[in-house]
């Protein structure tokens, strides 16, 4: 069955990076991911996708601080966070659709000072 597991979340301080992890099972390596968030009181938002061919889109609001990767070998896709702020703040979801939707169980980012 699928299984998406996330790692990585963690306290910084504005202007700190992070970098979480995603780990699947029972999907292709090349699946098409996707990682969302959620803040409190706020709907899940899109955060970034990196697709089958390996292209990825962002949204407008993390271009030129995250990036998305992968490992194929190790069934791993990445998010570097950088340059982070305080509105970065949230739960961070893996996703993949395979006729439905996939999530896994999130990751914790708070940026605070």
């Known amino acids: 069955q699928v299984q998406l597991v996330e790692s990585g979340g963690g306290l910084v301080q504005p202007g700190e990076s992070l970098r979480l992890s995603c780990l699947a099972s029972?999907?292709?390596?090349?699946?098409?991911t996707a990682w969302y968030r959620q803040a409190p009181g706020k709907q899940r938002e899109f955060v970034a996708r990196?697709?089958?061919?390996?292209?990825?889109n962002y949204a407008d609001s993390v271009k030129g601080r995250f990036t998305i990767s992968r490992k194929l070998r190790e069934k791993t896709v990445y998010l570097q966070m950088d340059s982070l702020k305080p509105e970065d703040t949230a739960v961070y979801y893996c996703?993949?659709?395979?006729?439905?939707?996939?999530w896994g169980q999130g990751t914790q980012v708070t940026v605070s000072s």
């Open positions: 996703h993949v659709y395979l006729g439905r939707d996939y």
């Open positions: 029972g999907i292709a390596s090349s699946t098409t």
């Open positions: 990196i697709i089958s061919s390996g292209s990825t």
